[in-house]
């Protein structure tokens, strides 16, 4: 029998880190940018929580990190074209997002956010999302003066006055050897979010969700 505090047997510990996104399937759209390495870490922190993840990469991303890196954290093989078929009945890939509780955008680029602003799908990635069934996120990631363009500034309030929603980006140290903002979220930080948007679905669908950010 226990005779102190310290003898007492520990209570079984409840995880929820495995179980938060069970069951939900979420595509992830990786862009050109130095922050695709964090997105590695991302896409391991999505499946060990427990979601099913499908990567697609644009051609720029696939110069910062290859295809194989995220099928081997995926468990799950990786669309780079419209024109490499991986199902005959689903040629562009389209019905994925049919499937899909979220599709998520990271990093999005200054070019990616243009894109979808003005209705262009010339890639795997925004024929994707222009398509997308699912709601969208973005994790924009981009030098603090392309951020603050006002030509990009314009792109982001057009997005989200159609609904779309944004994570970040943070403040910070930046690949450009700048100092502001324009540096994607972490890793962890994304994953909080994404995980808080899909369990409220009845937020309104322009309010991101982390704070003192682009979401607003």
């Avoid at 862009?31 to 720029?60: E, F, H, P, R, W």
């Avoid at 995220?70 to 669309?79: D, E, I």
């Avoid at 562009?92 to 049919?98: G, N």
Wanted: charged share 15%; hydrophobic share 40%.
């Amino acid at each position: 029998m226990p005779n102190s505090d310290t003898d007492t047997p520990a209570l079984p510990h409840s995880d929820t880190s495995t179980t938060a996104l069970k069951g939900r399937e979420i595509i992830l759209a990786v862009c050109g940018g130095i922050a695709a390495y964090k997105v590695a870490d991302l896409t391991s922190k999505l499946v060990q929580a427990g979601a099913g993840v499908n990567v697609v990469m644009s051609d720029a991303a696939q110069k910062f990190v290859t295809p194989l890196t995220f099928q081997a954290l995926s468990g799950r093989p990786v669309r780079t074209s419209t024109w490499n078929l991986q199902d005959s009945s689903d040629p562009q890939h389209i019905s994925l997002t049919e499937r899909a509780s979220l599709l998520l955008v990271a990093p999005a680029s200054a070019d990616i956010l243009a894109k979808v602003a003005h209705g262009l799908c010339d890639d795997l990635v925004s024929l994707m999302i222009c398509a997308a069934a699912c709601p969208v996120v973005f994790a924009p990631a981009m030098n603090n003066r392309m951020w603050n363009n006002p030509i990009n500034q314009e792109n982001i309030a057009k997005l989200k006055s159609h609904g779309y929603r944004f994570i970040g980006p943070d403040a910070g140290w930046l690949a450009c050897r700048n100092v502001g903002e324009g540096r994607m979220a972490e890793p962890v930080d994304i994953l909080n979010d994404v995980t808080e948007i899909l369990n409220d679905p009845l937020a309104p669908r322009s309010a991101g969700v982390h704070p003192g950010k682009a979401g607003g």
